[in-house]
């Protein structure tokens, strides 16, 4: 019998999680403190973090032990399995194999859990009483929603306003896990209202949402800030993703020729592709292909350099792809795409061309959509469908050249609150987002923060 899906037990689930840090080619440029430009310090950062996360943010450790307490919440739906798309080939003659590692099997129906898990834990054992954040597409605010209620902490959640208004029913998770959403930017932190001063119409993006989170955080003794991507400690928890998929491939007797993920601050891309990172160091014939969307091209338009990771700039400097703090992108669909930065250790792999970068419009990453969703019956996130059409293009390829490649990709979450946007898709009323983003990327990047020395 043909299999279908690959799967471990329980036992079988990796124990650690997989640091790239002291495998990089050359050593992460540090993060520099917004005020003074110089390089911060972990007491810097112990206003809004644990201690235990702000030394993973640093860690030159290989291999960092995954906590039993976590382990344990893993299990309720990990290990996820890694699916052989036999009908998806079918449907496009193509003589490549096509794998997709199904992280949408998670409670809140993505990959965020894996790293809100394990934040919650260790702010609790901290003993931090309630957790600030923002979210997007609301996968993330729905991850740390359900983490805090599993370790009975509060969450106040600043989710996108064109998100908030999009996508109900993700604010309904989250209020059924326990946590507060607000649409931001709100009246409630000095970032939020200033912002509303100057654009009371604004749609708010990931990064006003950032800017009041931490604000929120910064402000409250009790309070810390979690953050669901971008950050070194968030791309160690995924990790997860990445080494599962390693002894799930091993089983099926494959090694892969290209991995796929969509990138939104990088978190689902980077832990599933960063444990294959060190083979292709080695030499292996590896291609690793990051995707992202047309309206918000940070890899594949932006430029390297210090920038915020928020609006108000109230975040450390990060040496990454940026559009510039101040780029707001337009409202497509994939909420969680839209964000002018990316994480550190993405862009320096990408700057150093290990990585991959190319970017789509929505039409055809909801056409792929379609095809998926037709063939593997899976409707995924409008931010998966990015990887989706980019697996698709490579199995294309593949049928051209008649080679039988082994193609794999990351399903980072389905779509089951997306609804709307496949509606809209449906009756043709999506746009493909024709912004000016030469002229909206100039006008961002001339606010860039001057760098000292
Ligand atoms: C399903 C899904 N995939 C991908 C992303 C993008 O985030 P990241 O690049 O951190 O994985 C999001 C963000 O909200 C998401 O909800």
């Known amino acids: ?17 997989y640091n790239i840090i002291p495998d990089l080619p050359s050593p992460m440029p540090p993060y520099l403190h917004p005020a003074t430009g110089d390089p911060i310090t972990p007491d810097d950062l112990a206003a809004i973090f644990p201690r235990a996360l702000i030394e993973q943010e640093v860690s030159p450790e290989r291999w960092i032990p995954i906590p039993d307490e976590v382990l344990r919440i893993y299990q309720l739906w990990r290990p996820s399995p890694l699916h052989r798309a036999r009908n998806l080939e079918a449907a496009l003659k193509t003589p490549a194999r096509i794998y997709y590692k199904n992280e949408s099997v998670s409670p809140a129906g993505s990959h965020k859990p894996n790293t809100a898990v394990p934040q919650a834990y260790y702010n609790k054992v901290e003993g931090i009483k309630r957790l600030a954040t923002e979210t997007g597409a609301g996968q993330w ?4 929603a359900l983490a805090c209620n599993f370790f009975s902490m509060e969450c106040t959640v600043y989710m ?35 912002i509303l001063a100057r654009d009371p119409e604004t749609s708010g993006s990931l990064g006003m949402a950032i800017s009041e989170a931490v604000e929120d955080a910064a402000t409250h003794d009790d309070t810390n800030y979690a953050l669901g991507s971008v ?20 089983l099926a007797g494959e090694s892969p020729d290209v991995l796929i993920g969509c990138v939104g601050g990088g978190s ?22 990051a995707v992202e969307p047309t309206a918000c091209p940070t890899l594949t338009r932006g430029t390297y350099t210090y920038d915020f990771g928020d609006t108000a700039g109230l975040t450390p400097l990060i040496m990454m792809y940026t559009l510039g703090h101040s780029f707001v992108p337009s409202g497509i669909h994939a909420g969680g795409l839209r964000y002018h930065g990316d994480a550190p250790l993405l862009c320096q ?12 419009p929505q039409n055809p990453v909801f056409e792929a959509a379609r095809l998926f969703a037709e063939t593997e019956g899976i409707i995924p996130a409008p931010e998966t469908a990015h990887a989706i059409k980019a697996a698709v293009d490579e199995a ?23 609804l709307a946007a496949y509606d809209a898709f449906l009756e043709g009323q999506l746009k493909d987002i024709e912004l000016d983003p030469d002229e909206m990327i100039k006008k961002a990047l001339a606010e860039l923060p001057k760098i000292k020395g």
């Open 1 to 17: 019998m043909e299999s279908y899906r690959i799967l471990l037990s329980e036992a079988e689930m990796p124990q650690e999680w």
């Open 141 to 144: 605010g729905c991850a740390l």
């Open 160 to 194: 996108v306003k064109v998100s908030y208004h999009q996508k109900p029913y993700r604010r309904s998770l989250m209020h059924i896990w326990g946590a507060s959403v607000y649409p931001s930017p709100t009246d409630r932190t000095q970032a939020g209202r200033s």
């Open 231 to 250: 950050l070194n400690h968030v791309m160690l928890h995924q990790t997860i993703v990445g080494l599962e998929t390693k002894k799930q491939l091993a």
């Open 268 to 289: 689902n891309f980077a832990g599933f592709c960063f444990p294959f990172v060190p083979d292709k160091l080695k030499g292996a014939d590896l291609r690793f292909v």
């Open 349 to 360: 792999l990408v700057h150093e061309k290990v990585i991959e970068a190319r970017a789509y």
């Open 396 to 418: 294309r390829v593949c049928k051209e050249t008649n080679q039988a490649k082994c193609i794999v990709f990351n399903l980072s979450g389905h779509g089951h609150f997306d």
